[in-house]
């Protein structure tokens, strides 16, 4: 892929509309690059010019913050809004509502004040303002697909219809789960959880949001979050449903009807 | 005369009582850190208006919801019954509102009288519910004990409140058809004027009558004043701590957590993006919360307006999991390390210049507790009255990590591979290398 650093851009005397956040998962975790090609393959089809940060993008400190962290997270921190204020960034898009919390609620406070969206929210918009066309038909007309929402765009940020609107615009056959928006039941990952192992319980929390999922019967379960789709493909496989029920984020589906 | 005394005399003593152990929360809560609660005062009169005094959360579950509206609202109502009361308790009237109101009098009495029925319906479910059915969060490990003999207690306060009422009423209803020209008209009670007869018509006796009267009217009084010297004991102290409680609620998103200015100016000096302002700090700082006084204020007025509902264990990921987390148990061990650090303070054992009593939260919350925490906010979102059991957790986490350089080692290979390569895992490969599939 011909993706460019803001430097690059910035070397060729231009300026791109968007930065877009990569984050860590979406760097790094094999899964979660899937979606971050996903995402840069749309935003190409729509015409818009956007950059990465490449090696000068860090960890947000989100984990390190949570975890209780706060020098690390305040080291992290100053040293991306060092980067994204040289590069005197306006707007960014995310495809991770943890870093997408981070950069939109925590940074300001820190000297970093940017417009940040989530790609649910990006994608949205490009669909109403014409600029994103999708095809007719498609995989997912039709199908029964059951929507999970992360805690940081839902609860946390209070995003609950950009990922839905995305959704009817698949004219999927949504389903709700019974804990769903500001009742959504977390998939066990966030707070630095995804890099500890439970504490002493009955049960993992990914196994008993899946059970939930798969009792509304779906073809696939659609997410929104790099984490949440490790957690719930995590409990698809302890449920032995992996090969029969698929986690998409919401920028895999519509890449389908480009 | 004696009866005026005694009633003066029996009032002054409640409202000293009351009003020391008032005196002792107000006390405890400000031991916390100093905190400015600023900000837009419209979106908090909103807030103390649609969730304190509107009730708008607890209606995400209906059948509760009506019933708590039930005996909050005759609590409120009733509350008009009890200034007359009072008028003629020190007086030594009777009915002083009845002649100068006429039917509007009718009509408050009345209205009343329906909501103490609806109250005591609403009292008797609730009494079943918590003792008779299984609801998971009224059976957690926390309310074992005396948050479940206070559940009960109030209960019955409300029972016998509503006897009282009915009692005085009924009584009354049955000596105006007797006694016209002592016990005054007062027009027909909705509830009163044929319970009244039904319970109290076949009593000949007028002094029965008068007595039960009289004794209405003083378990009525009786248990408000008891209910408001027993109220600072009590998780129904969310009657009033919520009002304040949700005025000073965190007006920002959900998800941000409060900043650490001491720790950023620190990290700024040693990155070399600020200046050092000469002044070296005297003592080695503690950092994040252990104990009451290192929370903010506005975390021991939550842990003071918690009615142990349970909503937020109920909703909680790591306690429908089996984990040992509950975040109510967390507002109720705040609550508990504040009484027990007053009750020290008043006893003059310690001092609060020096206070070292060799316990801290830790004592009371265990690492196991605040680690199974998602931070997924689900305590936060059910909260009826806007506590916020996550901000204290996640302030224990900066204590252990930062004060006590512990917490899961499992966390440890994720700090290093933030500090050395900047993301959240050590991989051999480019931040960008996704690119080149």
Redesign the interface.
Known sequence: ?A?R?IAEYQAAGESPEIVFW?G??????ARA?KI??ALCTILEHAGLSFA?L??E???T?D??????????F???A??NI?TLNMYGVKKMVTACPHCF?TL???YP??GGHYEVVHHTQLLNELIKDGKLKLKEGGDFKGKRIVYHDS??LG????VYEAPRALLEALDVDLVEMKRSR?????C??????M???????????N???IEEAIGTDPQGVAANCPFCITMLQDGLKAKEKNEQIPVYDLSEMILTRL | MLHTIVFVLLFIGASWFAWRGFSRIRRNILLGKAEVVAGDKSARWRNVLLVALGQKKMF?NMLPAVLHLFIYVAFIITQIELIEIIADGVLHQHRLFAPMLGGLYTFIISFIEILSVLALVATLIFLSRRNLLHVPRFRKPELKGFPSLDANLILLAEILLIIGIFSMNGADTVLQGRLPEVYHHTGNFAVSSWLGPALFGNIASNDTLMFIERFGWWLHLSVVLGFLCYLPYSKHLHILLAFPNTWYASL??????E??PE??K???IM?G?DQPDGAAPAELPE??ANDVMSLRWTNILQAYSCTECGRCTA?C??N??????SPRKVMMDVRDRADEIGANLDSGKFTLENYQDGKSLFDYISP?EI????????C??ACPVLINPLDII?QL??????TQSA??S??M???N???NA????Q?G?????????
């Open positions: 892929m993706i650093t990569v860590c998962a979406g760097s790094y975790d690059q971050t090609r990465i490449g090696e993008e860090r960890c400190g984990p390190a913050r949570r975890a209780g962290n706060e020098f690390l305040q080291m992290t100053a040293m060092e919390n939109k609620n925590e406070e820190l805690c940081y609860r946390a940020n209070d500001q009742n959504g039941l977390c066990g990952a966030g707070g630095a959880q890099w500890k192992e439970d504490e002493p319980g009955d049960k993992r929390i196994v008993e949001r | 995400k920002s998103a959900k998800g941000k957590m900043n650490m720790i950023q620190e990290v700024r990155m993006l950092f994040g909703a990921p790591a429908q999991t089996g984990k040992k987390l196991e680690h199974a925490c998602t931070t997924c906010n689900a936060v979102e996640l986490r900066r204590h252990e990590i930062l917490g899961p499992e966390w290979p994720m700090f591979a933030i500090e900047g993301a959240a895992w991989m490969q480019a931040r960008d290398a996704w690119k080149n599939e």
